[in-house]
Protein backbone atom coordinates (compact mmCIF):
# COMPACT_ATOMS: atom_id res chain seq x y z
CA UNK A 1 0.00 0.00 0.00
CA UNK A 2 1.25 3.43 -1.34
CA UNK A 3 -0.14 6.62 -0.67
CA UNK A 4 -1.58 8.63 -3.31
CA UNK A 5 0.07 11.81 -4.93
CA UNK A 6 -3.17 13.39 -4.34
CA UNK A 7 -2.91 12.27 -0.71
CA UNK A 8 0.92 13.38 -0.69
CA UNK A 9 -0.04 16.63 -2.27
CA UNK A 10 -2.95 17.48 0.31
CA UNK A 11 -0.53 17.11 2.99
CA UNK A 12 1.84 19.52 1.73
CA UNK A 13 -0.85 21.94 0.84
CA UNK A 14 -1.66 21.94 4.82
CA UNK A 15 1.94 21.94 5.61
CA UNK A 16 2.07 25.46 3.75
CA UNK A 17 -0.73 26.95 4.99
CA UNK A 18 -0.66 25.53 8.34
CA UNK A 19 3.33 25.05 9.62
CA UNK A 20 5.63 27.18 11.28
CA UNK A 21 8.73 27.90 9.17
CA UNK A 22 10.74 25.64 10.75
CA UNK A 23 8.69 22.74 10.00
CA UNK A 24 8.33 24.49 6.34
CA UNK A 25 11.99 23.91 6.21
CA UNK A 26 11.89 20.53 7.23
CA UNK A 27 9.32 19.58 4.88
CA UNK A 28 11.34 20.96 2.20
CA UNK A 29 14.73 19.35 3.10
CA UNK A 30 12.82 15.40 3.56
CA UNK A 31 10.73 16.21 0.34
CA UNK A 32 11.42 18.79 -1.79
CA UNK A 33 15.13 18.77 -1.94
CA UNK A 34 15.36 21.91 0.59
CA UNK A 35 18.82 22.40 2.26
CA UNK A 36 20.21 21.27 5.77
CA UNK A 37 21.09 25.29 6.26
CA UNK A 38 17.43 26.63 5.37
CA UNK A 39 16.38 24.46 8.65
CA UNK A 40 19.12 25.24 10.68
CA UNK A 41 17.75 29.03 9.82
CA UNK A 42 14.84 28.34 10.89
CA UNK A 43 15.96 26.85 14.25
CA UNK A 44 18.11 29.56 15.16
CA UNK A 45 15.54 31.58 15.72
CA UNK A 46 14.55 29.79 18.75
CA UNK A 47 17.85 29.93 20.22
CA UNK A 48 18.52 32.10 22.82
CA UNK A 49 21.66 34.18 23.72
CA UNK A 50 22.54 31.75 26.61
CA UNK A 51 22.85 28.81 24.11
CA UNK A 52 19.63 27.34 25.47
CA UNK A 53 16.35 27.34 23.70
CA UNK A 54 12.90 28.13 24.24
CA UNK A 55 9.93 30.17 22.37
CA UNK A 56 7.91 27.00 22.94
CA UNK A 57 9.92 24.88 20.20
CA UNK A 58 8.78 21.99 22.15
CA UNK A 59 5.28 23.34 21.21
CA UNK A 60 3.65 22.53 24.56
CA UNK A 61 4.91 24.88 26.50
CA UNK A 62 5.01 28.86 25.75
CA UNK A 63 8.31 29.84 27.99
CA UNK A 64 10.59 31.67 25.82
CA UNK A 65 13.10 31.27 28.30
CA UNK A 66 15.87 28.34 27.37
CA UNK A 67 14.81 25.16 29.07
CA UNK A 68 16.63 21.61 28.81
CA UNK A 69 13.57 20.26 27.27
CA UNK A 70 13.45 22.71 24.45
CA UNK A 71 17.23 22.61 24.05
CA UNK A 72 16.66 18.58 23.62
CA UNK A 73 14.06 18.83 20.59
CA UNK A 74 17.04 21.13 18.79
CA UNK A 75 19.02 18.28 19.51
CA UNK A 76 16.91 16.19 17.67
CA UNK A 77 16.26 17.97 14.95
CA UNK A 78 20.08 18.51 14.40
CA UNK A 79 19.86 14.90 14.46
CA UNK A 80 17.45 14.70 11.71
CA UNK A 81 19.59 16.66 9.75
CA UNK A 82 22.89 14.58 10.62
CA UNK A 83 24.52 17.28 11.60
CA UNK A 84 27.93 16.11 12.73
CA UNK A 85 30.16 19.29 12.91
CA UNK A 86 31.40 20.35 16.08
CA UNK A 87 31.89 23.77 15.20
CA UNK A 88 28.12 24.02 14.40
CA UNK A 89 27.23 27.65 16.03
CA UNK A 90 23.98 26.08 16.87
CA UNK A 91 26.17 23.10 18.63
CA UNK A 92 28.44 25.25 20.39
CA UNK A 93 25.53 27.10 21.88
CA UNK A 94 24.35 24.34 22.89
CA UNK A 95 26.86 23.20 24.59
CA UNK A 96 27.42 26.13 26.23
CA UNK A 97 24.32 26.58 27.54
CA UNK A 98 24.75 22.93 29.35
CA UNK A 99 27.85 23.51 30.69
CA UNK A 100 26.29 26.66 32.51
CA UNK A 101 24.62 24.68 35.10
CA UNK A 102 21.18 26.29 34.40
CA UNK A 103 18.36 23.89 34.96
CA UNK A 104 20.78 21.40 36.39
CA UNK A 105 20.58 19.70 39.66
CA UNK A 106 22.32 16.64 40.84
CA UNK A 107 22.98 14.97 37.67
CA UNK A 108 19.68 15.75 35.95
CA UNK A 109 18.92 18.23 33.59
CA UNK A 110 15.56 19.37 34.61
CA UNK A 111 12.36 18.98 32.10
CA UNK A 112 10.19 21.00 34.43
CA UNK A 113 11.34 24.15 34.93
CA UNK A 114 9.51 26.70 37.53
CA UNK A 115 9.82 29.42 34.76
CA UNK A 116 7.23 27.66 32.80
CA UNK A 117 4.38 28.42 35.07
CA UNK A 118 4.71 31.76 33.33
CA UNK A 119 3.37 31.17 29.75
CA UNK A 120 0.70 28.92 28.17
CA UNK A 121 2.22 25.20 28.82
CA UNK A 122 0.63 21.91 29.00
CA UNK A 123 0.08 20.52 32.39
CA UNK A 124 3.00 17.74 32.81
CA UNK A 125 5.30 20.86 31.97
CA UNK A 126 4.08 22.63 35.39
CA UNK A 127 6.70 22.57 37.78
CA UNK A 128 5.52 19.84 40.24
CA UNK A 129 8.66 20.51 42.54
CA UNK A 130 9.90 16.31 42.25
CA UNK A 131 11.00 16.49 38.68
CA UNK A 132 13.56 13.26 38.99
CA UNK A 133 10.19 10.70 39.74
CA UNK A 134 8.01 12.30 36.91
CA UNK A 135 10.84 12.11 33.87
CA UNK A 136 13.49 10.40 34.90
CA UNK A 137 16.58 10.85 32.68
CA UNK A 138 14.29 12.62 29.92
CA UNK A 139 15.99 14.75 28.26
CA UNK A 140 19.07 14.20 30.86
CA UNK A 141 20.61 11.15 28.99
CA UNK A 142 19.88 12.48 25.27
CA UNK A 143 21.56 15.46 26.30
CA UNK A 144 24.80 13.81 27.63
CA UNK A 145 25.13 11.48 24.39
CA UNK A 146 25.15 14.77 22.55
CA UNK A 147 28.31 16.36 24.86
CA UNK A 148 30.07 12.86 24.68
CA UNK A 149 29.85 13.62 20.77
CA UNK A 150 29.95 17.48 20.21
CA UNK A 151 32.21 18.47 23.31
CA UNK A 152 35.93 18.25 23.55
CA UNK A 153 37.25 15.41 25.83
CA UNK A 154 39.43 17.60 28.01
CA UNK A 155 36.29 19.98 29.17
CA UNK A 156 34.96 19.34 32.59
CA UNK A 157 31.64 19.19 30.66
CA UNK A 158 32.51 15.93 29.16
CA UNK A 159 33.42 14.52 32.22
CA UNK A 160 30.16 15.68 33.74
CA UNK A 161 28.91 13.56 31.02
CA UNK A 162 30.56 10.57 31.70
CA UNK A 163 29.84 10.56 34.98
CA UNK A 164 26.04 10.45 34.66
CA UNK A 165 26.16 8.31 32.05
CA UNK A 166 27.63 5.70 33.96
CA UNK A 167 24.79 6.25 36.38
CA UNK A 168 22.40 6.47 34.37
CA UNK A 169 23.07 3.19 32.25
CA UNK A 170 23.39 1.46 35.63
CA UNK A 171 20.24 2.26 36.50
CA UNK A 172 18.71 1.50 32.77
CA UNK A 173 19.94 -1.89 33.71
CA UNK A 174 18.33 -2.35 36.75
CA UNK A 175 14.93 -2.45 35.64
CA UNK A 176 13.33 -4.91 33.51
CA UNK A 177 10.24 -3.33 32.33
CA UNK A 178 10.75 -0.04 30.00
CA UNK A 179 11.22 3.17 31.69
CA UNK A 180 8.44 4.96 28.85
CA UNK A 181 8.55 5.64 25.56
CA UNK A 182 9.71 9.08 26.07
CA UNK A 183 12.97 8.20 28.42
CA UNK A 184 13.34 5.16 26.28
CA UNK A 185 13.97 7.22 23.30
CA UNK A 186 16.44 9.51 25.17
CA UNK A 187 18.09 6.08 25.55
CA UNK A 188 18.07 5.30 22.41
CA UNK A 189 19.58 8.91 20.92
CA UNK A 190 22.12 8.11 23.75
CA UNK A 191 23.42 4.85 22.14
CA UNK A 192 23.37 6.18 18.79
CA UNK A 193 25.32 9.20 19.85
CA UNK A 194 28.28 6.71 21.88
CA UNK A 195 28.16 4.63 18.69
CA UNK A 196 28.88 7.09 16.45
CA UNK A 197 31.86 8.39 18.72
CA UNK A 198 32.72 4.97 19.40
CA UNK A 199 32.46 5.62 22.78
CA UNK A 200 33.17 2.16 24.73
CA UNK A 201 35.17 3.12 27.70
CA UNK A 202 32.48 4.45 29.76
CA UNK A 203 29.81 1.70 29.09
CA UNK A 204 29.15 -1.85 27.80
CA UNK A 205 27.63 -1.03 24.22
CA UNK A 206 26.46 -4.82 23.50
CA UNK A 207 24.64 -4.97 26.71
CA UNK A 208 22.82 -1.55 26.56
CA UNK A 209 21.66 -2.14 22.71
CA UNK A 210 20.35 -5.41 23.65
CA UNK A 211 18.86 -4.34 26.78
CA UNK A 212 17.29 -1.61 23.85
CA UNK A 213 15.79 -3.46 22.07
CA UNK A 214 14.55 -5.73 24.82
CA UNK A 215 12.63 -2.71 25.49
CA UNK A 216 11.80 -1.02 22.59
CA UNK A 217 9.55 -4.25 21.88
CA UNK A 218 8.03 -4.57 25.10
CA UNK A 219 6.80 -0.63 24.88
CA UNK A 220 5.26 -0.75 21.28
CA UNK A 221 1.45 -0.56 22.11
CA UNK A 222 0.39 -4.00 20.16
CA UNK A 223 -3.71 -3.35 20.79
CA UNK A 224 -3.93 -1.57 17.60
CA UNK A 225 -7.58 -0.62 18.42
CA UNK A 226 -5.76 1.91 21.21
CA UNK A 227 -3.63 3.56 18.09
CA UNK A 228 -6.66 5.29 17.20
CA UNK A 229 -7.33 6.86 20.25
CA UNK A 230 -4.94 6.83 22.78
CA UNK A 231 -1.05 8.56 23.57
CA UNK A 232 0.09 5.40 22.78
CA UNK A 233 3.66 4.28 21.76
CA UNK A 234 3.69 2.99 18.10
CA UNK A 235 6.65 1.75 15.89
CA UNK A 236 6.70 5.37 14.59
CA UNK A 237 8.01 6.76 17.82
CA UNK A 238 11.08 5.17 17.00
CA UNK A 239 10.75 5.47 13.09
CA UNK A 240 11.30 1.53 13.03
CA UNK A 241 11.60 1.35 9.48
CA UNK A 242 13.10 -1.57 7.26
CA UNK A 243 16.88 -0.48 7.54
CA UNK A 244 16.40 0.06 11.81
CA UNK A 245 17.75 -2.15 14.38
CA UNK A 246 14.67 -2.67 15.61
CA UNK A 247 12.68 -3.97 12.13
CA UNK A 248 13.25 -7.68 12.24
CA UNK A 249 12.23 -7.65 15.86
CA UNK A 250 8.63 -5.31 15.25
CA UNK A 251 8.04 -6.14 11.35
CA UNK A 252 4.43 -7.04 11.84
CA UNK A 253 3.25 -3.69 13.70
CA UNK A 254 5.61 -1.90 11.83
CA UNK A 255 4.36 -2.61 8.55
CA UNK A 256 1.29 -2.44 9.89
CA UNK A 257 1.64 1.35 10.73
CA UNK A 258 1.89 1.93 7.09
CA UNK A 259 -1.26 1.02 6.33
CA UNK A 260 -2.66 2.40 9.27
CA UNK A 261 -1.30 6.29 8.17
CA UNK A 262 -2.59 5.94 5.01
CA UNK A 263 -6.16 4.91 6.48
CA UNK A 264 -6.34 7.79 9.03
CA UNK A 265 -5.66 10.41 7.20
CA UNK A 266 -8.23 13.05 7.59
CA UNK A 267 -9.81 15.13 4.81
CA UNK A 268 -7.98 18.02 5.35
CA UNK A 269 -4.56 16.35 5.18
CA UNK A 270 -3.57 15.70 8.76
CA UNK A 271 -4.07 12.83 11.58
CA UNK A 272 -5.72 13.27 14.94
CA UNK A 273 -3.62 14.72 17.93
CA UNK A 274 -4.31 12.55 20.68
CA UNK A 275 -4.07 14.78 23.42
CA UNK A 276 -5.10 17.84 25.06
CA UNK A 277 -3.95 20.99 27.50
CA UNK A 278 -7.34 21.12 28.69
CA UNK A 279 -6.25 25.07 29.92
CA UNK A 280 -5.34 28.04 27.46
CA UNK A 281 -7.94 27.29 24.28
CA UNK A 282 -6.46 30.05 21.89
CA UNK A 283 -2.47 29.23 22.44
CA UNK A 284 -3.33 25.68 22.38
CA UNK A 285 -5.56 26.04 18.93
CA UNK A 286 -1.96 27.24 17.53
CA UNK A 287 0.07 24.96 19.12
CA UNK A 288 -2.26 21.92 18.41
CA UNK A 289 -2.05 22.87 14.41
CA UNK A 290 1.90 22.66 15.37
CA UNK A 291 1.91 18.91 16.52
CA UNK A 292 -0.23 18.30 13.54
CA UNK A 293 2.52 19.51 11.09
CA UNK A 294 5.01 17.63 13.19
CA UNK A 295 2.79 14.68 12.69
CA UNK A 296 2.60 15.57 9.19
CA UNK A 297 6.21 15.08 8.65
CA UNK A 298 6.51 11.47 11.00
CA UNK A 299 4.16 9.84 9.12
CA UNK A 300 5.76 11.26 5.70
CA UNK A 301 8.84 10.44 6.63
CA UNK A 302 7.57 6.90 8.05
CA UNK A 303 6.16 5.90 4.89
CA UNK A 304 9.03 7.04 2.48
CA UNK A 305 11.10 4.54 4.94
CA UNK A 306 8.98 2.16 3.86
CA UNK A 307 9.18 3.17 -0.04
CA UNK A 308 5.20 3.50 0.68
CA UNK A 309 5.27 7.57 -0.86
Request: glycine share 6%.
Amino acid sequence: MKISKSQFDLVKRWMYRNARPLDIARWKYHFENGTKEEVLAALGAYQNQDGGFGHALEADSWNPNSAPIQTWCATEVLHELGITDKNNEIVKGILSYLESGKDFHEGYWYAEIPSNDDYPHAPWWSDRGNVVEHWGYNPTISLVGFILYFADKQSKLYGLASEIAEKAVHKFFSTEEPEGMHELSCFISFCGYCEKAKITNIIDMVKLRKSINRKVKLSIEDEKERWKTDYVCKPSYFMITPDSVFYNDNKELADYEVEFIIETMNDDGTWNINWDWGAYPEEWALSKNWWKANQNLINLRYLKGHNCL
